[in-house]
């Protein structure tokens, strides 16, 4: 029987000190996973990782996600490896191709290969392969080697993606993979088919890759208040994922009045034309019951993990709080080992 986990994924954005509270009041809730999130212009998440990773001892730990694009493979390589060493062997490795780097000057040009040549490079980073690779993208001359001992040679890679190549690429090579922005169950059978792919051509069994969907996530006893923030914070995602989950059906019309109010500031604003159907898709909100049926939706479905991002409250402690004491309980996480097999 698979036992589904639960996480946290936590924005970038707080003060020393704030993240190892959080992690060790998730630790104590029986929380499974932390995740810190590697969104542009925030605090990069090996701070917040190598602080939680101190204050815990059984949660696993990694970013969702780093990308290749501005941050070299080498450099990913010895990010996990540092978040590894300091957590005993908890760390994971997230990969992801990146969003809104345009705003930066970064380009981002063919995906998959970069991705691929990514994990391939870091993992013989990690495995101490001095063999030299030659990609498309990226390289290594042999002999080229870290000059400092891992913990382990492979932490498991889960890779962010939506669309049929990066979840056949995940199918290839990965142990999980995110569909981030999404709390949609319809989701769920899409991404399976598009891991099988993938992982039928690498000789791979389809049930070795877990299917993680995580979104903004607000809780509180006053359901109305935690709907209302959610359509603030899920506005900035809402016009980046929308047009990615085909079984949405998102007016066209309504996109564009969100994304411009979104590029001109006013997310509250933008929040406020989300209709409640929608809200759902995008984001667990509301009382504990609903957000908990909503993630038992997402179990049913047969996802491996249901992963609870920021906010998750009014504010961050009582979210948290709220999330282990009232919303944990009422899941049934053996229930996606009572799904067939993909």
Aim: charged share 25%; net charge negative; aromatic share 6%.
């Amino acid at each position: 029987m698979t036992v589904a986990e639960i996480g946290l994924g936590l924005q970038s954005d707080k003060r020393p000190g704030d993240y190892a509270r959080l992690a060790r009041r998730a630790e104590r809730h029986g929380f499974d996973v932390l995740s810190v999130f590697g969104d542009l212009m925030y605090q990069p998440p090996i701070f917040p990782l190598l602080e939680m990773a101190a204050a815990t001892e059984r949660v696993r730990l990694g970013a969702a996600c780093l990308n290749p694009y501005s941050l070299a493979p080498y450099e990913i390589a010895g990010q996990v490896a540092a978040l590894d060493l300091a957590s005993n062997g908890r760390a994971y490795l997230g990969l992801a191709r990146g969003t809104w780097l345009g705003a930066v000057g970064i380009a981002q040009p063919r995906p998959p290969t970069a991705l691929a040549e990514a994990v391939e490079v870091v993992y013989r980073l990690l495995g101490g392969d001095t063999d030299g690779f030659e990609g498309e993208v990226f390289r290594l001359e042999p002999g080229t080697r870290l000059r400092y001992a891992v913990h382990r040679p492979r932490p498991p890679l889960l890779l962010g993606a939506w669309g049929p190549k990066g979840a056949a690429l995940a199918g290839r090579v990965a142990e999980e993979i995110k569909v981030g922005g999404s709390a949609n169950p319809a989701m769920v059978p899409l991404i399976r088919e598009r891991v099988r792919a993938g992982a039928l051509e690498a000789g791979r069994d389809p049930g070795d890759v877990g299917i993680v969907l995580g979104a903004v996530t607000v809780v509180d006893t006053d359901g109305v208040a935690a709907r209302a923030r959610a359509r603030t914070e899920v506005a900035m995602y809402l016009a980046v994922v929308a047009e990615l989950d085909p079984t949405a059906h998102v007016p066209s019309d309504l996109l564009a009045r969100v994304k411009g109010l979104v590029d001109e500031g006013g997310h509250r604003a933008a929040g406020e034309l989300i209709p409640d159907d929608l809200l759902d898709l995008f984001a667990f909100s509301g009382t504990p019951d609903q957000v908990a049926a909503q993630a038992q939706a997402l179990l049913d479905a047969g996802v491996r993990r249901v992963e609870f991002g920021t906010p998750h409250g009014l504010d961050d402690d009582r979210g948290v709080d709220l999330l282990g004491s009232a919303v944990l309980p009422m899941l049934d996480r053996a229930a996606a080992g009572r799904r067939p097999g993909p």
